[in-house]
């Protein structure tokens, strides 16, 4: 029989049978532990990719591994189905964003289920439908009592030419991906979450994750709420009564201040504007215009600005000081204003040196504090950014930086021109978008009334059937008559609806709560199913997420739990951020653009090892990396062709052997066809001994059998597996116990008995390492191992429906009789030696000291000291 035919024939047999049983669905009880494992949910774009089938196997690895524990296991799934592309597909096509979505969710849910991830499907959910964006709305209207939501005027993105609102990614390098004209900013009014009130819950929460989440995305999150301990200070425009004000956490360097620089918007700028020369005016503009262009926050930039001609007064020193606009001060981030101290900050170092400005060292190395004390300045190579003493400061001359901050900022506040402070990076969550395809916000306008709440008990507010997406001005809600008219719910006037929707990461903030109780129509959720499930045991998702959707979720649980609708602070106790799906992609000079591999033919040396690639067409050289797969490469590879070629379980045993979760999957189709061969040697080997229907039936107790040295060989091996496998999954190695399990099966393979003839011992000996194998391989190949645990338990209950558990070693059979020692001299291994594992130290001293090759590097030398590691290894020092 065909192989591909068996898998997908084995595939789809138990995939109807877990839907009949509803083997996966999970239901509250008390006689198990429940645990929470969950995935981010997809966006629906029609396909999964690759990146897919890997995020989605791990979780279900660790979903099956949990279950055959004795866990309750919630595994759900659901779609994160508001957002962009399905209005750009409107835009673009016609078509309506909800049959687009609808019909994606189709394609994906059953490429999701051919792959056999083990999802309670009975509690999916989508953003797009009523039933859940209800309650976007319902926890909006509850942040509005609460003073957590709130609307003002912010800047946007804005085409002057489609007259809309665009997202960063719409304005990427400052033009506007329709129609290519400059981008704008502009002040337009937008609702915002209040985020910045749990700033420090956010900060100090992080104690309760640490030990699960990843360091890496905890310090993402810390940089970009970034609190910051410092003072205010007010530095007078000379001869003016105007000041500025200035955030900075090392006051301890005011003495160095060379220049006050502030963004082109700052009030200074309409204040003195026309004072200013042309060449200034200009430069200002210019600053503007490049600032417009949406950037990350991460992104360097060339510092570039200009000298006002006006002067500040330093409140310390009394020194004026030139007032200059820059570029790298932003109004919308601290108070538009900073004091540059080029000896002690890097940024400020880089802009200094650019156009000549004096650079003075105020903060020395305890040990220099004399030299700098007889010299005016250093030569810097770069700016010295570490506390220490003050020189070049007055009366602070001396004091060090920690003591000096103190009392400098008490100095400050008794001449009124300063304050101490804490502020933050982080920013309220503006959650305006000017689009359709998202949950409409529950305000209704009136002009006698002002902005006005939707009445809970009036929730939904729904999308309307359809819209004019045309991609141009406001909205397309606010095309729309009969969804902008209303009446007022205070007065019952004339009014009007809010036409933005929401930021789709208000669907996803919160959608883990909702897979508790996914049918609710009157709540977001009981608050007794969401206290049994969560938090969440672990999450599984892209490090893309750490500082958007991560610190998201973080926030709402704390809002939920303000709303009395949770007991806990933290939404998830571990994170595993998984690594990228890679593979080879080719490009063409001559075209330049991406090939497809199709295009391509290899050019080898004499061993038959890729040396380079061409053009079949031409034989121009292509040049070959390896990136993350998609669509613009060309190098993208097709689940379904996959599944279809190999079966889901090849497909989902590779992605899981081929590479740890956190590190990049480089995709080969090689290794896959190896996972194949795996499979199959398995399966062979199964079905082998299980042909011996009497022998096998009777192979069930170890009680007063005798063992040959192979068989012995084969349960010692298999409990081996079972420790290495199980140490595995506690620590979240989820690659290394395929490993494992190939080498288990290489070791039944050593058996070398006619099944015909095997004794009794052998029998057992083999049937206890195929159940036990198939047990383990289970979370990583579920059809093939319900296939296998049928044909060896005789029953058609499935491997859950049996009760069957993850085995459990017996550490005495998996104990060596015989162990390898290391012995080192000074360090380097010189020899090893074969003890029982149960030799004393004593006896394993004397063991190394009495080998030849040991005595060979301490003959006419003076024993030190022997270390002596119990199981592992002797070291002898010598001199």
Same mark, same amino acid.
């Given at each position: ?14 995939q ?27 966006y ?36 994160? #189905? ?7 597909a409107? %835009? ?21 289920q ?10 999916e %959910? ?7 964006y ?16 709130y ?8 085409? @002057? ?10 304005a ?8 290519g ?5 502009q ?24 030990d ?8 993402m ?33 005011i ?26 005016t ?9 600032q ?31 007032i ?7 109004? #919308?981030?601290?108070?538009?204003a ?48 570490h506390?220490g ?8 001359n ?9 009392e ?12 101490g ?17 998202g ?16 009445? %809970? ?9 359809s ?17 902008v008219?209303?009446?007022c ?11 933005d929707t ?5 669907? #996803? ?15 977001p959720?009981?608050?007794d ?23 998201y ?31 080879e ?20 040396? +004499?061993s ?12 121009s @050289? ?10 613009s ?9 996959m ?13 899981m ?8 999957l ?34 069930t #107790? ?6 040959? +040295? ?21 620590t ?6 395929v ?7 290489n070791?039944m393979? +050593?058996?070398k ?8 011992? +052998? ?16 979370p ?9 645990w ?16 993850f085995?459990?070693?017996d ?5 060596e ?9 000074n360090?380097?291994v ?12 004593d006896?394993?001293e ?21 270390i002596?590691v ?10």
């Amino acid at each position: 029989m065909d192989e591909k035919y068996f898998a997908q024939k084995i595939e789809r047999k138990w995939q109807r049978r877990w839907a009949e049983r509803g083997t996966f669905q999970a239901k509250m009880e008390n006689e198990r532990e429940p645990f929470y494992c969950l995935e981010m949910l997809p966006y629906p774009s029609g396909k999964l990719h690759m990146g897919h089938v890997r995020n989605y196997s791990i979780g279900d690895v660790l979903a099956w591994y949990k279950r055959l524990q004795g866990y309750n296991v919630l595994h759900p799934i659901g779609w994160d #189905s508001f957002g962009q592309p399905a209005e750009q597909a409107a %835009i673009q096509k016609g078509v309506n964003p909800r049959d687009w979505t609808e019909d994606n969710i189709k394609q994906m849910r059953e490429q999701l289920q051919s792959l056999g991830i083990s999802y309670d499907w009975s509690r999916e %959910i989508a953003a797009h439908r009523p039933e859940y964006y209800k309650f976007d709305q319902w926890f909006f209207l509850k942040m509005l009592e609460k003073g957590l939501a709130y609307r003002k005027d912010s800047e946007v993105n804005w085409c @002057p030419k489609c007259k809309t609102t665009l997202s960063n990614e719409q304005a990427s390098g400052g033009i506007c991906w329709r129609c290519g004209t400059p981008v704008e900013k502009q002040m337009r009014p937008q609702w915002f979450l209040r985020i910045t009130k749990y700033a420090d819950e956010l900060l100090d929460g992080m104690s309760q994750i640490e030990d699960g989440w990843a360091e890496r995305v905890l310090t993402m999150q810390r940089n970009w709420i970034n609190k910051s301990r410092g003072a205010f200070l007010e530095f007078e425009v000379s001869k003016t009564e105007f000041k500025i004000r200035v955030f900075t956490t090392r006051i301890d360097t005011i003495y160095g201040v060379n220049s006050i620089v502030v963004a082109p918007e700052h009030p200074f700028i309409d204040e003195f504007g026309s004072e200013f020369s042309t060449e200034v005016t200009d430069k200002i503009e210019a600053i503007k215009v490049e600032q417009a262009k949406p950037k990350d926050y991460d992104d360097e930039i060339e510092k570039d600005g200009i000298d006002t001609g006006l002067r500040a007064v330093n409140p310390f020193s009394g020194e004026e000081i030139p007032i200059w606009v820059g570029n790298y001060v932003m109004m #919308s981030y601290g108070t538009g204003a900073v004091m540059s101290v080029p000896a002690h900050d890097e940024r400020d170092f880089e802009f200094a040196k650019k156009f000549g400005l004096p650079i003075r060292q105020v903060i020395s190395e305890p040990h220099l504090v004399h030299e700098h004390q007889q010299m005016q300045a250093l030569a810097l190579e770069e700016a010295f950014t570490h506390e220490g003493v003050l020189v070049h400061s007055d009366y602070w001359n001396g004091k060090k930086s920690k003591n000096a901050i103190k009392e400098m900022v008490r100095h400050a506040e008794s001449h009124g021109f300063g304050e101490g402070a804490t502020t933050y990076r982080l920013r309220d969550w503006g959650i305006s978008r000017q689009r359709f395809w998202g949950s409409p916000i529950p305000i209704i306008y009136c002009e006698s009334c002002g902005a006005v709440p939707v009445p %809970i008990d009036e929730l939904p507010v729904e999308l309307p059937e359809s819209a004019p997406f045309t991609g141009v001005g406001e909205s397309p809600l606010a095309k729309v008559e009969e969804f902008v008219n209303t009446s007022c719910p205070k007065c019952g006037e004339n009014a009007k609806r809010e036409t933005d929707t929401m930021d789709t990461f208000v669907d #996803s903030a919160w959608y883990y709560f909702r897979y508790c109780d996914p049918h609710n129509e009157t709540m977001p959720f009981d608050s007794d199913a969401v206290n049994y499930w969560m938090p969440v045991d672990q999450y599984i998702g892209g490090i893309d997420h750490a500082v958007m959707h991560l610190l998201y979720t973080r926030f709402w649980s704390k809002v939920a739990r303000d709303l009395g609708l949770v007991d806990f602070d933290e939404p998830a106790k571990r994170l595993l951020t998984q690594g990228m799906v890679v593979t080879e992609s080719f490009y063409s000079k001559e075209r330049e653009s991406y090939v497809s591999p199709d295009e391509v033919e290899f050019d080898h040396d +004499d061993s038959g090892k890729i040396i380079g690639a061409r053009l079949k067409s031409d034989g121009s @050289p292509l040049i070959v990396a390896v990136e993350k797969m998609g669509k613009s490469k060309l190098n993208g590879i097709d689940p379904n062709d996959m599944i279809s070629i190999y079966g889901a379980d090849a497909v989902r045993t590779f992605s899981m052997f081929a590479a740890p979760a956190e590190n990049e999957l480089v995709w080969q189709e090689t290794g896959i066809e190896g996972a194949v061969r795996f499979i199959q040697r398995v399966w062979r080997y199964v079905y082998k001994w299980r042909a011996q229907g009497g022998k096998w039936k009777a192979a069930t #107790s170890a009680e007063g059998l005798e063992f040959s +040295d192979e068989a012995e060989k084969l349960r010692k091996k298999t409990h081996q597996t079972i420790m290495r496998v199980s140490e595995n999954f506690s620590t979240g190695q989820f690659n290394t116990p395929v490993a494992a399990l190939m080498e288990l099966s290489n070791t039944m393979y +050593d058996l070398k008995v006619d099944p015909e003839i095997a004794t009794e011992g +052998d029998f057992f000996a083999v049937r206890e390492a195929c159940e036990n194998l198939t047990l383990m391989l289970t979370p990583y190949a579920p059809h093939v191992s319900e296939e296998l645990w049928e044909a060896m338990s005789g029953s058609n209950a499935g491997i859950l429906e049996s009760d069957a558990r993850f085995p459990v070693a017996d550490e005495t059979i998996a104990k060596e009789d015989e162990i390898e020692i290391v012995v080192q001299v000074n360090g380097k291994v010189r020899a090893r030696v074969m003890a029982s594992a149960e030799v004393s130290k004593d006896d394993l001293e004397k063991a190394a000291l009495s080998n030849e090759k040991i005595g060979e590097y301490t003959e006419g030398k003076k024993i030190v000291k022997v270390i002596v590691v119990p199981g592992r290894l002797v070291n002898v020092v010598v001199k």
